[in-house]
């Protein structure tokens, strides 16, 4: 949708968005909404800062009415190993290169951040307090397909079963039999991504991966802030708009069927020692989600061929640099010039590419 409104905006169309589940389904009905800065990678880094920047002037970029609120409640990442603690120092070097303001934090600091926070075993962390949350995502990307219509944009319910080389442009083939001819194409497809595009010789190391967060029960009062991650634990945490605390065991693998109950004993624990006011929240529904992995854990922003661009393995962090993956691949539509950081994203640079260390 960040596409199809970027490519708009600079006069390219008539633009029309294929999606077979509907917009707002898939991952995008699951994500929490979370927009940080915080990353290991230069590219990371760029555009999730240009993101934010457009996420807080969000209506007005858009030119419509936004039914969310972003809260900059900060992302706080824990170690208690001298080891991570370090890598997150060198996190946080290459995110103040970039503009983003992250600091290193003592444990006594970091339990000044986080009332109630219990600093036993903590080495220390990382901190940023531009980071945040949309209290109702789904709404943004309603948002976005909103002001997609609006700039006149067509989108249609159906899955496309095939993108083929026609002559000068490329054929679109769905699976309820349509077919249309168009100049060019934005693959977006996340997971789907490279099956997609295999038969055109593609070969996008893009893998599902399953991810799985507990939902508690809405409550008024305020027991978190910010969303705490602690990197040695395991653990992520979060308290929800409504107030429902969201909580994942980042190590969870295997049959949600016969694992659930050890992962959700894995967050007890974990918030048992870490966070002990929360220790007794009752975790009763498991959500599972999706998210399209690459190697390094950053997205391919790229054009595979004249005409035919790719936008995906965002490997979780879609939500957060959607509107700077809009702008550059409008830009590569348009044959403008792309940001510097397009280089780390290409289709090709895998072998040699390091993996992001703070993917969550």
Known sequence: MSIACHALE????????????GIGTGASAVQPGGVRQQWGS???????????AFYLELSDRLGVDVDATFDPCGYLFLADHDESLAQLGANVRVQREAGVPSQLVTPAEASALVPGLEPEGVAGGAYCAE?????????????FAAAARARGAVLERSHVRSIARDGAGWRVETDDGRSALVEQVAVAAAAETAALLAPLGARLPI????????????????LLDPLVIAVDRGLAAKQLADGRLLASDLRAAGDPDTESERWRGNVRGSLERLLPALAGEPLPTLVRGTYDMTPDAQPI??????????????????????????RLVAAGLAGDPLPGWHEAVRAGRFGDAARDTQVI
């Open 207 to 222: 893998e599902p991966e399953p991810r799985f967060l507990f939902l508690g029960e809405p409550r008024s009062v305020r």
């Open 301 to 326: 922003v790229d054009e595979l061929a004249p005409g035919l661009w790719v936008a995906a393995g965002f490997s979780g962090h879609g939500f957060m640099v959607a509107p700077s993956t809009g």
């Open 42 to 52: 230069a590219a990371n880094c760029a555009m999730a800062r240009e993101s934010r």
């Open 131 to 143: 980071d945040g949350y949309f209290d109702r995502p789904q709404a943004v990307v309603a948002a």
């Open 10 to 21: 600079r006069g390219l169309g008539p633009v029309t968005v294929y999606d077979g589940a």
